[in-house]
Every structure is written in structure tokens, then in C-alpha cells.
């Protein structure tokens, strides 16, 4: 089973600022197999970035995937106060889905 | 536009049997598409529990094969979860979601379904 990793657990930043959130897994995900998701408190989560960096539909382009290998980021250009949730990793293989422990990103 | 709605008890006993069910509107479940459980544990930890086709096809997760069985009833656009022996590490919310065939995301979510594992 592949583990991934997020960090930090917790980031606290200002609207306007730039956040950069980090996915690693315990060993190689193809690039078309790693997504990321948002959640807001009392919601399901919510689809954000596909195979490493594709945006889905309806996503701002503030919202950035990279990455390769076991190394996976999400970037968020420039904060907006809708951006503050819960962000998490998650990666497809033919044996099992998993999902990172997710980075929370609070108001600072 | 896709909604996932699930149902099923709030509250399971030790050792029981918890059945819930996901009915699907605004896509036939006989679609390209596979029908999904996940649940999240409070402290927000989320694990894929396993997926199911149309044909009946069935993938779940090697760790909770031995306890989960899933179903689809066409006519009614509905798939339910099985899961055995339940106990209080069980606790967590339930969603179901829609993955498309080939891709490796869920699109569409439900609201969520708590069960809570107590005496």
C-alpha cells in the first residue's frame, strides 16, 4: 500500500499570501494517478486537481498541481478567505486508493 | 446534475451488521461510471472502503475485504455497503461518490452519513 505523506499538518497564513502544500509517498506514483481535494468543515470533499496538475471544472486557476515521482505539491497563488479548509493527497493504484492525512490551512 | 444521497442507521451495536445505502439521481447507475464508499474517522482521516460496478464487479480494500460486501440494485439506481463486526474504531462518517471509469478520482460526493459504534 502506498502512504503518503502531507506537510505540514497545519498552515497558517493571511488572504493574499501564497501557500504551498506538500504530498510525499512512500514510493512512486504515476503523475496520472495523484489528485488533490479540498474540504470545508460539514462537507464532503470537493474534487480540486487531477493527474498531478489538471484543475477540475469550475476550479480557479489560483489552484496549482506539480510534481513527480513521490514528491507532490499544491500551490495556492494567492489566498482568498474561501481558500481556508482542509487539503488532501490521494493516489490511485490497481491494489488500493489512499489518501494522505490532510494540511489544514487556517487565517492567520 | 449528479447527487449521491446515503442512508442507513445513526448508531450501530458492537458486533453488528451495518447496511446503507447510496441512491444516485441525475446519472444512471448503469453508466461508464464506478460507485464508491469512503468513510472518514474524526480527527478527518479518510479511507476508501472499496468500489463497485454496475456488472457487479467489485474492488475493496485488501484491509477491509474480509468484513465489507457491496451491491447494486439497477432498478432503483442504488448501491449498498455491507460491513461485518462492527466496532467502535468503526466511527466515522460514510460517503459515496461516483468514480468514472479510467480515471482515478471521485467526482461527485454525497453528504455524508455518520455511524456512530456503541452500546
Known amino acids: 500500500e502506498v502512504v503518503l505523506t502531507q506537510s505540514p499538518a497545519t498552515l497558517s497564513l493571511s488572504p493574499g499570501e501564497r501557500a504551498t502544500l506538500s504530498c510525499r509517498a512512500s514510493?512512486?506514483?504515476?503523475?496520472?494517478?495523484l489528485v488533490w481535494y479540498q474540504q470545508k468543515p460539514g462537507q464532503a470533499p470537493r474534487l480540486l486537481i487531477y493527474g498531478t496538475s489538471n484543475r477540475a471544472t469550475g476550479i480557479p486557476d489560483r489552484f496549482s498541481g506539480s510534481g513527480s515521482g513521490t514528491d507532490f505539491t499544491l500551490t495556492i497563488s494567492r489566498l482568498e478567505p474561501e481558500d481556508f479548509a482542509i487539503y488532501y493527497c490521494?493516489?490511485?493504484?490497481?491494489?488500493?486508493?489512499?489518501f494522505g492525512q490532510g494540511t489544514r490551512l487556517d487565517i492567520k | 446534475q449528479v447527487q449521491l444521497q446515503e442512508s442507513g442507521p445513526g448508531l450501530v451495536k458492537p458486533s453488528d451488521t451495518l447496511f446503507l445505502t447510496c441512491s444516485v439521481s441525475?446519472?444512471?447507475?448503469?453508466?461508464?461510471?464506478?460507485w464508491v464508499w469512503i468513510r472518514q474517522f474524526p480527527g478527518d482521516g479518510l479511507e476508501w472502503i472499496g468500489y463497485i460496478y454496475s456488472s457487479g464487479a467489485v474492488h475493496y480494500n485488501p484491509s477491509l475485504k474480509s468484513r465489507v460486501t457491496m451491491s447494486v440494485d439497477a432498478s432503483k439506481d442504488q448501491f449498498s455497503l455491507i460491513m461485518r463486526s462492527m466496532a467502535a474504531v468503526d466511527t466515522a462518517i460514510y460517503y459515496c461518490?461516483?468514480?468514472?471509469?479510467?480515471?482515478?478520482?471521485?467526482?461527485?460526493w454525497g453528504q455524508g452519513s455518520l455511524v456512530t459504534v456503541s452500546s
Open positions: 490521494q493516489q490511485y493504484d490497481t491494489s488500493a486508493i489512499t
Open positions: 461518490a461516483r468514480k468514472p471509469s479510467d480515471v482515478p478520482y471521485f467526482d461527485y
Open positions: 441525475g446519472n444512471s447507475i448503469n453508466s461508464n461510471n464506478w
Open positions: 514510493q512512486s506514483v504515476g503523475n496520472a494517478w
